[in-house]
């Protein structure tokens, strides 16, 4: 698996060396370098690296908006206090991606784009409505997060697109969100994980988002529980109704994580859980 | 109060400095001058005859220097049935069989050629479980055995039972029987360091084998029979052991690929190096052996067992390795765990296209221990009675001899047992099913302490050897893994010469330089050692202080006359000629002195002075010291198809205890803290005893709920620590009560015990046992997964 | 072909010469010549391989060795002192027992560096945190969490 290495000096650089058919991006490189090694990839001729380009490592608070960049390793994302305190759900889910090494150098855009069923930081970013920005010699486009994803390593990035940054709006303060998720050690990919975002208003639910990983093709959100729960009270009926509708949303498979019944109840415990004992104002 | 001055005293390890620093020295870190990589092209296909071998395009390929397969090597056989082969030729029985082999110069070459090798291959029907291997007219993984006579089955010609008592008297005796069937995965040792070698001849086509082993004198044996294959009768072999990686059984054999590397070192005259990456050491190294076990036991009306029988089953894989002598050691605890005295035990080990398998920690101890320690909890829940009560009854005394002949000389397990309660607060805590889903459990065990005897000679030689400043080096045939072996050497060296700990100099495991030992395994590395230092020490010693009549008072005077030139000196208050002449010598901390003496220093001998002036002596030819001393232990080889024979010189008692709470709603089990109680017969350095516990637990606790190499007809599907979960920091951050019982056992050095395996033991049994009282389910088969939980639940619905 | 590779080794200006696939842990091990790092498991999730790249503790086993053009690249060998003194981290691993076999111990020392770097006085929560990709399969972690509890109090003393 020889291949030459190309740190890119620039942007502009980057966009027509992605569009070559012997290169192949590298970000942090966490997944490529191990899929290479484990010959689940085959070598293109050059690596173009891109983790150090400055315009794709910032990292931008707006107002309302979080803008961060691609190559932004996600340490460097962990330490921003308006992850922390705005989308706790994303800081759970970083928190728990690999080791401190592993989060030390991989990025943000590299856990989407890598497209894992169970990329961890995809279902907050989904119940965050967040976008993706795509970039390449043809232009410069949005698209939702939703639409990003079309199946196990598969995306909608097109041929010599690179993913430049993800968009994430800032829920109102009301908002409530948290990412729970279960593993077999404390070191692992997820068995199931679920994401939720809600504003409880007057006893009512508003605005639920919920999005589950490793128990589909892809991160998705689960919607028609989301419209169930739109509009009701949290009591032990809705909620079971909820799971039943998303249990019926997931497509699950057996591996040595676990099998699919065993996510499909954790989805349903998830869920539960996430709104069981909450009230108006809880974090 | 320590009547010793090392002995049970914290005391770092001598090897840790380099350890911490990046310094020792492990076979991966090694490259000798002119070295050449060895790569293996394994097997596509679990079980098929071999129809073509084609290596031609491996041997363009720029960079390869041999190309060797079965056939253009000679046959060497290996395993101690005889069943295996270095390089295979007619048949592949698992994807783990070696085809061919490739020596280039980078190992990326190597594995490159290997890949280009291409195999023609006839697939043949597997047999992928015992159930289907036993099947009338299976497919059969073997046709002849080694001396060509036709098999007619897949059952492994091993036997080893046990019948004593009168069971059916002891069934009719009961008013209690339980029965159940329990199952232990396939695991993988794990060790930190993959395996490896590095295979060079000399010119007299002598050869020195690197080698990562645990079997340094019965490596070299294996390889001297291997060297005939090559037509080099008489000629020797040298086996070196650099710094370990681990061990954990993995070192109990000898392994196709070190043979592999002596036939690319013969072949092109150059060392050969093999290393595994993790993927090879997951998929191509001999894993723990999986089995079934069922068990059945009673009691009478008061809760004294009746009688115990069990039947084994083991997956043995396609070859033979020591994993199919695993039965040998659940004798111990099938005929001896509790008394017990109408027992029934029998074992089938069955080849299979599965990978095979070898030693781990504990070696079939654990695999016993999980369904005797859950069947005792199921027969005290069904007879009504507290499942500690239940093993304080039965419990193992000292002084008696147990249905194997075990001669129990010192036993702490009923101080154990009760320790463990009292930690956990079991009398308070157990029983409970409160709403949090809190349980409590125990298990306990007996392992063997004091070797274990399975080949003719179980001993240990030893060699001490002072140079002249003062340090003793000492030469052992046993292997340093990890497990603290050479920190128990020097502190008991130090403590049985006279000497400081840091002056003792163990030198690397080589087996030009050391003398014969069987292997560090069975718990059994200090508890030899140490006895044969012991020995050694005392050999020495004495005759370091027949001397101290000659030198004591010539150093001295001289001493003497040089502190009188300094006005102030005022001569010693002390008749220290007297006490010279009466021989009341005393060497202690590196010190001659004679009894009384006042701690002048004028009338004290530094060690290494005393050693030169022997050396250089003044009139009379002077000497030099070295002594040694081979220890065997008073035990005896069972008679196996019997299962009696008394294997160790003790045996090691101990109980462990945890407090869990179970999730209803994922099945996820925490374990809120652990308690392993040990009786250890003397502690001779406590950081490294606890921290034999701790890793033992740790492996346990894996043991118990994280590990399994998961397998789809022979190929192993998670050949790699992403898949395959070893239990991290986070997974221990319990709180663990580690406690030592000292019983003193008169055979041991000072009184020690072997303690390596024991804290492994009785982890998975006191897990399932909580999980019961937590909940009331009960887990018959490893790892307990929160999804096997939560099933088990759901049934119980 | 080989590429140069110019950056701090330990405190010292390194220039190599390295295959441009080679990984930062070839680079040390194979090109620099400081075998104190270890490969494991060549796919991030044992952390043998552990160095600190400009503070971070990172995989040198998923690093790019041309990554590391211009770093500042701190190894287990890095931190005895040039007069070969054990640095107080190391010297607490030996004192506590923090190594048994040793092959986990150069990665567990650089991820202890690390974290002690960012967090003084970490709780033993914190430090099981940080080693959670750090395998050991000797020492069930107790000794190794007790090495790094000790290392940060002895270097709490000595600052008040």
Not at chain 1, 131 to 137: N, P
Not at chain 1, 224 to 243: F, Y
Not at chain 2, 48 to 65: C, F, M, N, W
Not at chain 2, 613 to 630: I, L, S
Request: net charge neutral; proline share 5%.
């Amino acid at each position: 698996m020889a291949y030459d290495y190309h740190r890119s000096g620039s942007l502009a650089e980057a966009f027509a060396l992605a569009a070559r058919d012997d290169s192949a991006l590298i970000a942090g490189g966490t997944d490529l370098l191990v899929a290479l090694r484990k010959k689940k990839r085959a070598a293109p001729a050059r690596l173009v690296s891109i983790r150090s380009l400055p315009e794709l490592t910032a990292i931008e608070a707006g107002p309302g908006l979080l803008r961060i960049g691609a190559c932004a390793p996600l340490t460097e994302i962990l330490a921003q206090p308006v992850v922390r305190e705005r989308l706790p759900a994303l800081a759970q889910a970083l928190a728990v991606i690999g080791s401190r090494q592993i989060r030390n150098v991989a990025t943000l855009g590299g856990n989407l784009c890598n497209a894992s069923p169970g990329a961890d930081s995809a279902p907050p970013l989904l119940v965050y409505d967040a976008t993706v920005e795509l970039a390449g010699t043809g232009g410069r486009r949005e698209l939702p997060l939703s639409e990003f994803f079309l199946g196990p390593g598969r995306t909608a990035l097109r041929p010599g697109e690179i993913m430049t940054a993800v968009c994430v709006p800032l829920p109102v303060p009301s908002a409530q969100s948290v990412f729970q998720r279960r593993s077999r050690v404390a070191m692992d990919l997820a068995t199931a994980s679920l994401a939720v975002n809600y504003e409880l208003q007057g006893g009512v639910l508003k605005s639920v988002r919920l999005a589950a990983g490793a128990v589909a093709p892809t991160p998705l959100r689960l919607r028609a529980a989301e419209s169930w729960l739109e509009g009701r009270a949290v009591n032990e009926e809705t909620l079971a109704k909820a799971v039943e509708l998303a249990r019926g949303e997931i497509k699950p498979i057996d591996d040595l994580r676990g099998s699919a019944w065993y996510r499909s109840e954790l989805i349903g415990v998830f869920l539960s859980r996430a709104f069981r004992n909450r009230k108006e104002g809880d974090a | 109060m320590n009547e010793f001055r090392f002995i049970g005293v914290d005391t770092a390890r001598p090897d840790a400095p380099d350890k911490v620093s990046g310094r020792a020295q492990y076979i991966h870190d090694i490259t000798l001058p002119g070295m050449l990589w060895g790569a293996i092209r394994f097997s596509d296909h679990a079980h098929a005859r071999i129809r073509h071998i084609d290596t031609s395009e491996a041997e363009k390929l720029p960079g390869v220097e041999a190309v060797i397969t079965a056939y253009n090597t000679p046959e060497v056989r290996i395993g101690f049935l005889r069943d295996n082969f270095a390089l295979k030729r007619d048949k592949v029985r698992q994807f783990r069989d070696e085809i061919a082999a490739v020596a280039a110069r980078d190992p990326e070459t190597a594995r490159e050629a290997a890949a280009l090798i291409r195999v023609e291959y006839e697939p043949l029907p597997g047999v992928f479980s015992p159930e289907e291997a036993l099947v009338e007219g299976a497919p059969l993984v073997h046709e002849t055995d080694a001396r060509g006579r036709a098999r007619k089955d897949n059952i492994v010609p091993v036997r080893f039972a046990h019948h004593s008592g009168d069971l059916e008297a002891g069934k009719r005796a009961s008013r209690h029987v339980v029965e159940g069937e329990y199952r232990v995965p396939l695991i993988q040792q794990s060790c930190m360091g993959t395996a490896g070698c590095i295979a060079s001849f000399d010119a007299r086509g002598n050869l020195t084998l690197v080698a990562k082993t645990q079997i340094p004198f019965l490596a070299q044996k294996d390889f001297n029979r291997a060297l005939g294959a090559l037509g080099l009768e008489g000629r020797n072999t040298r086996v070196v052991v650099p710094a370990l990686g681990g061990g954990f059984g993995t070192g109990l054999d000898t392994h196709a690929y070190e043979y592999i590397a002596m036939l690319l070192a013969w072949r092109t005259g150059r060392p050969v190096k093999i290393l595994y990456n993790r993927e090879e050491e997951f998929a191509f190294l001999s894993p723990r052996q999986s089995a079934s076990a069922r068990i059945r036991q009673g009691c009478d009306e008061n809760g004294r067992l009746t009688f115990r029988e069990i039947e084994v089953v083991q997956d043995n894989g396609a070859y033979t390795s020591w994993g199919a002598t695993f039965p040998s050691v659940m004798l111990v605890p099938a005929t001896s765990l509790y008394r017990v005295q109408n027992v029934s035990f029998e074992s089938k080990i069955v080849y299979t296209n599965n990978t095979y398998c070898q030693a781990m920690r504990g070696y079939g101890n654990p695999e016993i221990t999980w369904p005797i320690e859950s069947s005792i909890d199921e027969l005290a829940e069904l007879a009504g009675i507290d499942p500690f009560d239940m093993r304080l009854l039965n419990c193992n005394q000292p002084g008696e001899t147990t249905p194997m002949g075990l001669k129990i000389t010192t036993c702490g397990l009923k101080e154990c047992l009760e320790r463990t309660a009292a930690s956990l607060d079991w009398k308070e805590k157990r029983g409970r099913q409160d709403a949090k889903r809190r349980g409590v459990g125990m298990a306990g065990v007996i392992n063997v302490a004091g070797g274990g005897k399975i080949y003719r000679s179980d001993g240990s030689g030893i060699i001490l050897k002072p140079d002249d400043y003062g340090n003793v080096n000492v030469s052992y045939g046993g292997v340093e893994m990890g497990q603290g072996l050479h920190s128990a050497l020097a502190l008991t060296v130090a403590e049985a010469l006279g000497i400081r700990p840091e002056n003792v100099i163990v030198n690397q495991t080589d087996t030009a330089s050391c003398p014969w030992d069987v292997g560090t395994h069975a718990s059994r590395g200090a508890f030899m050692a140490c006895n044969a230092a012991v020995l050694a020490a005392r050999k020495l010693k004495a005759r370091l202080l027949e001397w101290a009549a000659e030198i004591y008072p010539q150093e001295v005077e001289e001493a003497l006359a040089r502190a009188r030139r300094h006005s102030s000196f005022k001569e010693p208050d002390f008749d220290w000629r007297d006490a010279a002449r009466r021989g009341q010598f005393e060497l202690a901390n590196g010190i001659l002195t004679v009894t009384g003496a006042p701690e002048l220093p004028e009338l004290q001998v530094d060690f290494g002075r005393l050693l030169r002036a022997v050396h250089f002596r003044r009139q009379g030819p002077g000497t030099t010291f070295a002594e040694d001393a081979f220890y065997e232990p008073p035990t005896e080889l069972p008679d196996w198809d019997k299962g009696i024979g008394n294997m160790s010189a003790t045996y090691a008692f101990g109980a462990q205890g945890v407090e869990v709470e179970v999730d209803e709603e994922t099945g996820e089990v925490k374990i809120l803290r652990l308690v392993a109680v040990h009786d250890v017969g003397r502690v001779l350095n406590p950081q490294t005893l606890k921290g034999q516990i701790y890793g033992a637990l740790a492996q346990g606790i894996g043991y118990a709920m994280y590990e399994q190499v998961l397998t789809d007809k022979g190929r192993v599907l998670n050949p790699g620590f992403t898949d395959y979960k070893l239990p991290t920091a986070c997974e221990m951050g319990f709180p663990i009560d580690v406690q030592l019982v000292e019983t003193n056992d008169p055979e041991g050095p000072f009184g020690a015990k072997g303690v390596g395996e024991p804290g492994l033991v009785p982890t998975a049994p006191a897990i399932a046992n909580a999980i019961f009282d937590a909940i009331g389910v009960r887990i018959r088969d490893l790892p307990i997964t929160p999804e096997k939980i939560l099933l088990a639940l759901r049934q119980r619905r | 072909m080989k590429v140069p590779l110019r950056f701090l080794l330990n405190g010292r200006e390194v220039a190599l010469e390295v295959q441009p696939h080679a990984r930062l842990l070839d680079a040390l091990r194979d090109y620099a010549g400081l075998t104190g790092t270890k490969e494991g498991c060549g796919e991030g999730e044992c952390g043998a391989c552990t160095v600190l790249v400009d503070g971070r503790a990172v995989n040198s086993c998923l690093y790019p060795a041309l990554e590391a053009e211009g770093c500042a690249v701190l190894t287990v060998e890095g931190l005895v002192s040039a007069q070969g003194g054990l640095s107080e981290l190391q010297q607490a691993f030996v004192e506590e027992g923090g190594a048994q076999c040793g092959f986990c111990t150069p990665g567990m020392v650089m991820s202890a560096a690390a974290l002690l770097s960012e967090n003084a006085a970490p709780s033993d929560d914190e430090i099981r945190e940080a080693l959670v990709g750090n395998l050991c399969r000797c020492t069930g972690y107790t000794q190794i969490v007790a090495s790094i509890r000790a290392a940060a109090q002895k270097a709490g003393k000595a600052q008040s």
